[in-house]
């Protein structure tokens, strides 16, 4: 019987294991714990991670996880390792931010970490050292707020043969697939495929809440990508979600630069053709202040603004997919 241990999780082939991993302190001196799940398969395997909740407010990997360790996941029928750590910023999370409050950081933007510097940035070290290294597979979850579609990215980081296997993935996974147009530095995702490891990102429906598509998809596609790297029996089960489409596009972000209250003119799902507005900021009496326009042909997969449904410089209005050249 072969053990596997994160933390306090620990399980013997074939188990099971619950408990929790310290990645700080807190100012009263007592530890500061995420969650952990280890479900160690019956016969030997690769180790495949999933986790999420690097934004305190994208809380839906908690259910999903919870799903898939109670009722998905049979370490009797498992080759290999899955580790489940749903919330990995409880700074965040308690504080229902996106970003860590101690220090104002984006949790994502900050790995692999560093052993020195703010708790964003230490914690990041702990989470690469103790989750990310040990991971042969990983899938990192986050939400984007409505109106969007699912779907799920690639990043530009690692080799071609890495990027390939992400692609593989995220197919397995049955969300439409987009590659990242530019990469953000200090990603969790972009880290693991810098360091070899085929890495996806879905990004499901609805910071804040338990939505149910992307609950029952999210367990569907879990398992998808399981049964693609031959970690479970069984094929594959169809994951339909609204607007899907079958090529690998690639997105970009498009953002404001006068600003105002965004006016949204098209939905997500609908193509667009270059040079068509897709939002119209205006201001408080309603007079045009800019229109964000599509730099190409494309679909309109997000509106992901993050407060209320209006923009200031650089803030992020939509995004579109398109076909690479």
Excluded at 60 to 73: D, F, G, M, N, Q
Excluded at 226 to 235: D, I, N, V
Excluded at 273 to 286: H, I, N, T
């Amino acid at each position: 019987m072969t053990l596997f241990q994160v933390g306090t999780a620990a399980a013997t082939s074939g188990e099971t294991g619950y408990g929790e991993l310290t990645i700080g302190y807190g100012m009263d001196g007592r530890e500061v714990r995420i969650p952990i799940a280890v479900v160690n398969g019956a016969k030997p395997g690769p180790t495949f991670l999933i986790a999420g909740g690097l934004h305190g407010i994208e809380i839906v990997t908690i259910e999903i996880c919870r799903r898939l360790v109670k009722e998905a996941l049979d370490p009797a029928l498992l080759r290999g390792t899955v580790i489940l750590a749903p919330q990995l910023n409880p700074w965040a999370y308690l504080a229902s931010s996106r970003f860590t409050p101690q220090d104002a950081q984006d949790m994502n933007r900050v790995f692999p970490g560093t052993a020195g510097s703010t708790v964003s940035y230490r914690a990041a070290r702990v989470i690469t050292r103790e989750l990310l290294d040990r991971a042969d597979y990983v899938i990192d979850c986050h939400s984007c707020n409505p109106p969007s579609l699912h779907f799920t990215i690639v990043g530009e980081e690692g080799t071609p043969t890495v990027r390939a296997k992400s692609i593989a993935m995220a197919k397995a996974f049955g969300y439409p697939v987009v590659n990242a147009n530019t990469a953000y530095a200090g990603t969790l995702s972009g880290h693991c495929m810098s360091q070899g490891k085929p890495t996806i990102t879905p990004e499901f429906v609805f910071s804040r809440r338990l939505e149910p598509t992307s609950v029952a998809t999210g367990v569907t596609g879990m398992c998808n990508v399981l049964k693609h790297l031959e970690m479970l029996p069984g094929a594959a089960e169809p994951v339909t979600v609204p607007g899907a489409f079958s090529e690998v596009l690639t997105y970009v972000s498009l953002g404001a630069s006068r600003g105002g209250i965004c006016h949204l003119t098209r939905q997500c799902g609908e193509r667009v053709s270059k040079g068509e507005p897709v939002a119209v900021l205006r201001d408080f009496w309603g007079a045009e202040l800019e229109q964000i326009l599509a730099p190409r042909d494309g679909i309109i997969i997000a509106y992901p603004l993050q407060g209320n449904q209006a923009a200031g410089t650089g803030d992020k209005v939509a995004y579109l997919a398109y076909a690479g050249e």
